[in-house]
């Protein structure tokens, strides 16, 4: 089945350790998301790639960077990891930039800082 | 910012009881999706609504979208156990077609 995938599904680190966590699909879709999601809170934006063209948030952290290096994988660097990045952090694909287009989230990787 | 405003924050309810969530916005939307998150989960996809005043059914859920397209509903009918979850409603973003912005959710439990 085509499929959004993440890993690892649970990642810890240290505080300043800098991580990667990586995204692939096979949906073949154009636009890839990653979102920060806290305990209770809806899923916050982080950035996302319309094929190779990047679009940050403006509220997101210069310490957190993303790479697509292909249509099918991204990844999401998290430079120097703070206690308060500690969440769960969802990718997402969409098959068009357009508007009407439902995303399809991966099972999400949560991230602990030690 | 653009924001989204879903309430109630929390729904607790007997099963077999009905449930709705409300979504509003103060701007215009051209459309609104709802997904839903299981605990532990990732948010699904549940559908999309476009037009003025659409109405429309999954089973016993009923999507609402208002006349003005500003607002938004979900409405769950005899409430099962397998509906526990936190339903989120998304608007487009301001800034780029390609992003949604999600409300705060609504989560719901039921006592069986």
């Known amino acids: 089945d085509a499929m959004v995938i993440q890993n690892p599904r649970y990642q810890v680190t240290q505080f300043g350790k800098p991580v990667t966590l990586s995204c692939s699909q096979t949906l073949n879709h154009n636009v890839m998301y990653w979102y920060q999601q806290k305990s209770s809170q809806a899923p916050k934006l982080l950035f996302h790639?319309?094929?190779?063209?990047?679009?940050n948030e403006a509220d997101t952290p210069d310490n957190f960077q993303s790479r697509r290096p292909n249509t099918s994988f991204c990844f999401l660097d998290i430079r120097s990891p703070g206690l308060g990045d500690a969440a769960m952090y969802l990718c997402?694909?969409?098959?068009?930039?357009?508007?009407?287009?439902?995303?399809?989230f991966g099972d999400g990787t949560r991230l602990s800082i030690l | 910012g653009q924001q989204v405003m879903q309430i109630p924050q929390y729904q607790h309810v007997q099963e077999g009881e009905d449930f709705t969530t409300y979504c509003n916005s103060s701007?215009?939307?051209?459309?609104i999706q709802w997904y839903k998150q299981r605990p532990g989960g990732h948010p699904v996809f549940l559908i999309q609504l476009v037009k003025s005043g659409e109405v429309k059914k999954q089973k016993r859920l009923t999507f609402q979208f208002g006349e003005a397209k500003k607002n938004s509903s979900l409405h769950i009918t005899a409430t099962q156990t397998t509906d526990v979850g936190t339903y989120f409603c998304a608007a487009p973003g301001y800034s780029s077609a390609s992003k949604i912005i999600f409300g705060s959710g609504t989560r719901l439990s039921i006592r069986p």
């Open positions: 997402a694909t969409s098959r068009s930039p357009g508007e009407n287009q439902p995303q399809h």
């Open positions: 790639y319309y094929d190779k063209d990047f679009n």
């Open positions: 701007t215009t939307l051209s459309n």
